[in-house]
């Protein structure tokens, strides 16, 4: 039981970071990055320490991002392979909440189900070996909120189209795709158990931020052990990536996580500003340039989670009468 406890406290993936070496190699492309992030998550069976380890391989915030990512994914569905190169396709035209899913699922009689619909915007799907289709089931009551359902499809199945979408302004090496199913047919077999929207949608949302940020501090902490940046500031790093490390196997649903994770999301920022002063002292260098470009990724959904931590204090307040 000790030995568990300090494991936990002390991800072995965040000491490997204040050890191993900081050379890195340029990965231009995601050809580049994936066979090394494949690679690295063999090593472990933890999501926290696969985006750690990921983080640190990175040469740049895009590459984190995208381990973070593919970390988050197999935290949600511990069985998905490592070799695997997943997206989760959630998005539509008109968002993401049940109600504006118009991906339908239509199971037939011989035992499959027929997936038409189209998604925007699927983080790297246009290299990725498997989609995590989400859609609609038909339900009894048509007043209900609408019954959401997740399938594994494989990227080259019949019926998918993988349209590539415009560079984004930042971390422009991560690809995205529009997602086209046209009656694509998958087993029975490919729906993952529980509803789609509690069980999936609804949690990925906290757990790609933990994982996510997890990457990026990481790749702080190699940038600032290759660059000699101050003790203080690596120190702060690896504190952070502890509190983050120990929210990645707290339940994804529970108020207290929600309002832990905020807290923590705002000591990353804190470290991103700090990081982005040190930068500033090596403006030409092509490091610093990504960094002030991709900046912009840590305000995306800044909307949603306060949203989020808003509701758990109304649940922790709810839950006490208060």
């Not at 997936?115 to 009894?140: H, N």
Request: hydrophobic share 45%; net charge neutral.
């Amino acid at each position: 039981m000790a030995a568990d406890c300090q494991s936990r406290a002390m991800n072995p993936a965040i000491t490997h970071c204040l050890q191993a070496d900081t050379c890195v190699p340029d990965r231009p492309s995601v050809s580049d990055w994936w066979p090394r992030w494949r690679d690295s998550a063999a090593r472990s069976t933890d999501s926290a320490a696969m985006a750690v380890l990921g983080g640190f391989d990175a040469d740049r915030v895009g590459w984190a991002f995208a381990s973070g990512y593919q970390a988050a994914l197999r935290a949600l569905l511990p069985d998905l392979p490592y070799e695997v190169l997943a997206a989760f396709c959630v998005t539509e035209e008109s968002g993401n909440r049940p109600r504006d899913m118009q991906t339908r699922f239509t199971p037939s009689a011989d035992g499959t189900v027929s997936i038409t619909g189209a998604k925007r915007w699927t983080t790297l799907g246009p290299a990725s070996s498997l989609l995590l289709v989400v859609g609609t089931w038909p339900a009894d009551d048509v007043t209900a909120r609408p019954l959401l359902k997740v399938a594994r499809v494989a990227g080259d199945a019949s019926g998918v189209q993988l349209v590539p979408m415009p560079q984004t302004r930042f971390v422009p090496e991560v690809p995205h795709a529009r997602v086209i199913l046209d009656a694509v047919r998958v087993e029975a077999a490919a729906l993952l158990p529980g509803d789609g929207y509690d069980a999936y949608v609804k949690p990925f949302r906290s757990i790609e931020d933990i994982h996510v940020t997890l990457a990026v501090l990481a790749y702080l902490l190699r940038e600032s052990r290759r660059r000699g940046w101050p003790t203080g500031f690596a120190e702060r790093l690896c504190a952070a990536m502890v509190l983050l490390s120990a929210l990645a196997h707290a339940p994804a649903d529970a108020a207290a996580t929600h309002v832990a994770l905020a807290g923590a999301l705002a000591l990353a920022q804190g470290l991103y500003d700090e990081a982005g002063a040190l930068w500033a002292h090596a403006a030409d260098d092509p490091g610093a340039l990504r960094w002030s470009r991709d900046a912009a990724l840590f305000g995306v959904a800044g909307t949603a989670r306060r949203q989020r931590v808003a509701r758990a204090w109304q649940r922790l307040d709810e839950s006490t009468g208060a």
